[in-house]
T-cell receptor, first 115, second 110 residues
């Protein structure tokens, strides 16, 4: 089966600019996650979707970050305006469901550099 | 609050030597623990989960609730084991989210 797809793979922007990341989960996977991985740290969950609804966004900096999954399939994560500390790899993951088979499958990530 | 600690950022062993990657956790509920691995230029992927009690690529991990540990072990390391290893804790309950440790970079020397 095709894996989780993410684009772009790399992005360099200046602080105060905006950026958007796209994720296409594995077909049929109801749950989608966005993680932020800062250099030297493990992934940190930003937001979790179940179909097109938000399950948890408690760690999403909502003053600058937003995410949507309008049709319950693809998702976009946006940062506006970006700060230097947003430099990180943004990982998207999907799982079949929250219950039952909940193994998370990760995408290749988008490496964001904010200058 | 849940927390996963991996005390070693870097670990080097020689091929054929035993390897142990340490993981300690703090969690008030009944934990589900996982090891994820990321090989060079590859995606983060699940290596093993404690509830399966299985050996994957020669690796095993035992959940020790008394010591709140979930160390990853392999008796004879191979060069292809060189990778970044992350211990993760699954929150039980409706959300089933993962909390990751900071990772250990394992290098197996020839």
């Amino acid at each position: 089966e095709a894996g989780v797809a993410q684009s772009p793979r790399y992005k360099i922007i200046e602080k105060r600019q905006s950026v958007a990341f796209w994720c296409n989960p594995i077909s049929g996977h109801a749950t989608l996650y966005w993680y932020q991985q800062i250099l030297g740290q493990g992934p940190k969950l930003l937001i979790q979707f179940q179909n097109n609804g938000v399950v948890d966004d408690s760690q999403l900096p909502k003053d600058r970050f937003s995410a949507e999954r309008l049709k319950g399939v693809d998702s976009t994560l946006k940062i506006q305006p970006a700060k230097l500390e947003d430099s990180a790899v943004y990982l998207c993951a999907s799982s079949l469901d929250i219950t039952g088979d909940y193994e998370q499958y990760f995408g290749p990530g988008t490496r964001l550099t904010v200058t | 609050a849940q927390r996963v600690t991996q005390p070693e950022k870097l670990l080097s062993v020689f091929k054929g030597a035993p390897v142990e990657l340490k993981c300690n956790y703090s969690y008030s509920g009944s934990p589900e623990l996982f090891w994820y691995v990321q090989y060079s230029r590859q995606r983060l992927q699940l290596l093993l989960r404690h509830i399966s009690r299985e050996s994957i690529k020669g690796f095993t991990a035992d959940l020790n609730k008394g010591e709140t540990s979930f160390h990853l072990k392999k008796p004879f390391a191979q060069e292809e084991d060189s990778a970044m290893y992350y211990c993760a804790l699954h929150h039980t309950g409706s959300a089933r989210q993962l909390t990751f440790g900071s990772g250990t970079q394992l290098t197996v020397l020839p």
